[in-house]
Nanobody
Framework: QVQLVESGGGLVQAGGSLRLSCASS????????MGWFRQAPGKEREFVAA????????YYADSVKGRFTISRDNAKDTVFLQMNFLRPEDTAVYYC???????????????WGQGTQVTVSS
């Protein structure tokens, strides 16, 4: 079993930045593609970004492309989401997930973190 623990969420003003981290435990996550998803109140969970097991391939939602960067440090079993130029519409609970393939479909992910709140004030 893989356990994922997110950190780094918080309150930030529009235009600011946050860096989310997702640390894994249990089994190594090196063989898993990793993704970030988010869910705002009253809305469906949506894909944010994904990264291959090696870190060589990434995939971003159009809404965050150019502003967010996903990366991973396999030596530390950690995946990151650097969020720059944040907007109020980025406010959501952010979840990291480990899956079977590089995908924006949440059904392709098997393990999920507990989520971390990101709030962007205007």
């Amino acid at each position: 079993q893989v356990q994922l623990v997110e950190s780094g969420g918080g309150l930030v003003q529009a235009g600011g930045s946050l860096r989310l981290s997702c640390a894994s435990s249990g089994r190594t996550f090196r063989s898993y593609p990793m993704g970030w998803f988010r869910q705002a109140p009253g809305k469906e969970r949506e894909f944010v970004a994904a990264i291959s097991w090696s870190g060589g391939s990434t995939y971003y939602a159009d809404s965050v492309k150019g502003r967010f960067t996903i990366s991973r440090d396999n030596a530390k079993d950690t995946v990151f989401l650097q969020m720059n130029f944040l907007r109020p519409e980025d406010t959501a609970v952010y979840y990291c997930a480990a899956g079977r393939s590089l995908s924006g479909n949440d059904h392709e992910y098997w393990y999920w973190g507990q989520g971390t709140q990101v709030t962007v004030s205007s």
